[in-house]
């Protein structure tokens, strides 16, 4: 199971760290990815990070704001948020790949597992 924290409200140019707790699975072993569906919109990849750490991927809207990084350890995933958009706003779901390395995580087609999700609201 996964299951995201770390949404809220918050106003543009703020940060944000989302993170998603791996229970009764683990992870190590694992591709996993961030997503999120804005309100009328489609699911959109936006991050994902390699069983390794070694490797990363993020959509074009989110590079250089936007940091994957994961601790297998704890069975953790986190996003690092920075300087949120209005458009940033959608519900954020962590998603895991069993593969080791996916060259297509950030196609939701390719995820096994999903978290139920946490909304981030940017807002002035």
């Known amino acids: 199971q996964l299951v995201e924290s770390g949404g809220g409200l918050v106003q543009p140019g703020d940060s944000l760290r989302l993170s998603c707790a791996a229970t009764?699975?683990?992870?190590?072993?694992?591709?996993m990815a961030w997503f999120r569906q804005a309100p009328g919109k489609e699911r959109e990849g936006v991050s994902c990070i390699t069983s390794s750490g070694s490797v990363t991927s993020y959509a074009d809207s989110v590079k250089g704001r936007f940091t994957i990084s994961r601790d297998s350890e704890k069975n953790m995933v986190y996003l690092q948020m920075n300087s949120l958009k209005p458009e940033d706003t959608a519900v954020y779901y962590c998603?895991?790949?069993?593969?080791?390395?996916?060259?297509?995580?950030?196609?939701?087609?390719?995820?096994?597992?999903w978290g139920k999700g946490t909304l981030v609201t940017v807002s002035a």
């Open positions: 998603a895991e790949d069993t593969r080791p390395y996916s060259s297509s995580c950030l196609e939701a087609r390719t995820m096994d597992h």
């Open positions: 009764a699975l683990t992870i190590r072993y694992s591709t």
